[in-house]
């Protein structure tokens, strides 16, 4: 499943919590943003980029690190 199909079952899942939409609206825009820096990547691709992100911050995301790597 690639990033923008994620989006719209998540948007559509919120929706039916009730978030605002003005939150929505932000979260599409932070989305836009990913999509533009790193491409419509596959969810899996996405998993081993955000890996490969964390391990070259380790010193400064030590804990998010340690979660991702015992996944």
Request: glycine share 2%; aromatic share 12%; hydrophobic share 40%.
């Amino acid at each position: 499943m690639i990033l923008s199909e994620l989006w719209r079952l998540y948007e559509a899942d919120k929706r039916i919590q009730s978030f605002r939409t003005s939150t929505l609206k932000a979260y599409s825009l932070q989305l836009k943003m990913l999509l533009r820096e790193l491409g419509d990547l596959d969810t899996t691709e996405c998993k081993v980029w955000f890996k490969k992100y964390l391990e070259s911050r380790e010193d400064t995301c030590k804990v998010l690190y340690l979660c991702v790597s015992a996944a």
